[in-house]
């Protein structure tokens, strides 16, 4: 059975801090997901990741794969009181869904 | 576009109730998809459709039924509601092939309260 473990799970941080979350998963997968979550709203795909080695950067947030490791990382720079909120990793299950395995999210307090 | 849309937006319903949450997609993706977000967890595979007409369970499939009649349309039917049902439901759609690893695209959620 596949499981997908973030740490931390709840992180407060002030602004213009760096800090990294941190994503672990059980089993082989091909494809992992970064996702958003504002409060009371729905995900907002973040990042996909292919391959090991694999880095994508959208402004402040960077992601990155290790596949041999089962590790990814989500990294913030500088952050900002707008990047407040739960980011969830997921990887593929496989099988005939193909649908994702999710963490159990990191809530993200970032104070001025 | 409007992607995902789900309906309604929140219930409450009492204990041996019935309902259906609606979910249709407009951007013509085979997979369609049924999740719980209980607070303070991630989100849990309850049933998906890999096109019209065929369904199969997720990891917590009980209580639940769905149906595929048409390829926008997956309904989630909740029979003989329970507390253990209260929950934040999100329904998704991707194309398969996902080729290029396209993410799940998610509904705004329906948030259930079984009292």
């Known amino acids: 059975e596949l499981k997908v473990e973030q740490n931390p799970l709840f992180l407060s941080m002030q602004e213009g801090k760096n800090y990294t979350i941190y994503c672990n998963y059980s089993?082989?997968?091909?494809?992992l997901y970064w996702y958003r979550q504002d409060p009371g709203k729905s995900l907002e795909s973040l990042f996909v990741l292919l391959s090991n080695g694999a880095v994508k950067q959208e402004g402040r947030l960077m992601a990155s794969l290790d596949t041999k490791a089962r590790l990814s990382t989500l990294h913030i720079t500088a952050a900002v009181h707008d990047l407040s909120a739960t980011y969830f990793c997921?990887?593929?299950?496989?099988?005939?869904?193909?649908?994702?395995?999710f963490g159990k999210g990191t809530h993200l307090i970032i104070q001025p | 576009n409007a992607g995902v849309t789900q309906t309604p937006k929140f219930r409450i319903l009492k204990i041996g109730q019935s309902m259906t949450l609606q979910c249709t997609q407009d951007?013509?993706?085979?997979?369609m998809y049924w999740y719980r977000q209980d607070p303070g967890m991630g989100l849990k595979l309850i049933y998906y459709s890999v096109g019209a007409g065929i369904t199969d369970k997720g990891e917590v499939p009980n209580g639940y039924n769905v149906s595929r009649s048409t390829t926008e349309d997956f309904p989630l039917r909740l029979e003989l509601a329970a507390p253990s049902q209260t929950s934040v439901y999100f329904c998704?759609?991707?194309?398969?092939?996902?080729?290029?690893?396209?993410?799940?695209?998610f509904g705004n959620g329906t948030r259930l309260t079984v009292t």
């Open positions: 089993t082989t997968s091909d494809r």
């Open positions: 951007m013509n993706h085979n997979y």
């Open positions: 998704a759609s991707s194309y398969w092939p996902r080729q290029g690893g396209t993410p799940l695209h």
């Open positions: 997921a990887v593929n299950s496989g099988g005939g869904a193909d649908g994702l395995t």
